[in-house]
């Protein structure tokens, strides 16, 4: 079964500061997704990284994925309040016809001014 | 394109009771499915189905019904409510059932549910 470990949960960081939030999977995979929720509102994708070795940028914000260490991270830079919200990563796992995502527990950042 | 539609935003039941929250979407997604978010758990995949007539379980499928009969609707039953089902319920639907490529999951805007 496909476990995903995002850590760490909560985080606190001043405006300006840069961080990194990991995300640690269990099986062999080769897609994962970051997702943003903002209070009370629905998922917004963020980044789709396909490969071992991906990287993409928006922003201050840059994702990428180990698959060999089953790993990716989604580091801030020079956060800004803005950035206050949830982060969840997700991971693909292939089930013949379908493919299921299964999400990890979330990362809540908080941004202080 | 309106998306993936939920109905309804909120409900608050009473234990035993039965409902049904609606999802539609209008991008002609084979794929759909449900989530339910608790806090401290992230989402968990309670059903989904990859066309019109084929559902499967998720992580979390007990106390839960589903049905796909057209591509557009994919409703999620609660036969007997309990406290339990107290959740976020979030469906969300994908043009391919493989997620391949750069496709990805577009989530509703959420139900949440009280069950007293």
């Known amino acids: 079964e496909l476990k995903v470990e995002q850590n760490p949960l909560f985080l606190s960081m001043q405006e300006g500061k840069n961080y990194t939030i990991y995300c640690n999977y269990s099986t062999t995979s080769d897609r994962l997704y970051w997702y943003r929720q903002d209070p009370g509102k629905s998922l917004e994708s963020l980044f789709v990284?396909?490969?071992?070795?991906a990287v993409k940028q928006e922003g201050r914000l840059m994702a990428s994925l180990d698959t060999k260490a089953r790993l990716s991270t989604l580091h801030i830079t020079a956060a800004v309040h803005d950035l206050s919200a949830t982060y969840f990563c997700?991971?693909?796992?292939?089930?013949?016809?379908?493919?299921?995502?299964?999400f990890g527990t979330g990362t809540r950042l908080q941004v202080t001014l | 394109n309106a998306g993936v539609t939920q109905t309804p935003k909120f409900q608050v039941l009473k234990t035993g009771q039965s409902m049904t929250l609606q999802c539609a979407q209008d991008?002609?997604?084979?794929?759909m499915s449900w989530y339910r978010q608790d806090p401290g758990m992230g989402l968990r995949l309670i059903h989904y189905?990859?066309?019109?007539?084929?559902?499967d379980q998720g992580e979390v499928p007990n106390g839960y019904n589903v049905s796909r009969s057209t591509t557009e609707d994919f409703p999620l039953r609660l036969l007997s409510a309990a406290p339990s089902q107290t959740s976020v319920y979030f469906c969300?639907?994908?043009?391919?059932?493989?997620?391949?490529?750069?496709?990805?999951?577009?989530f509703g805007a959420g139900s949440r549910l009280t069950v007293l």
């Open positions: 189905s990859v066309g019109a007539g084929i559902t």
């Open positions: 991008m002609n997604h084979e794929y």
């Open positions: 969300a639907s994908s043009l391919d059932t493989r997620l391949a490529g750069a496709n990805v999951l577009t």
């Open positions: 990284l396909l490969s071992n070795g």
């Open positions: 997700a991971v693909v796992a292939n089930t013949g016809t379908a493919s299921k995502l299964t």
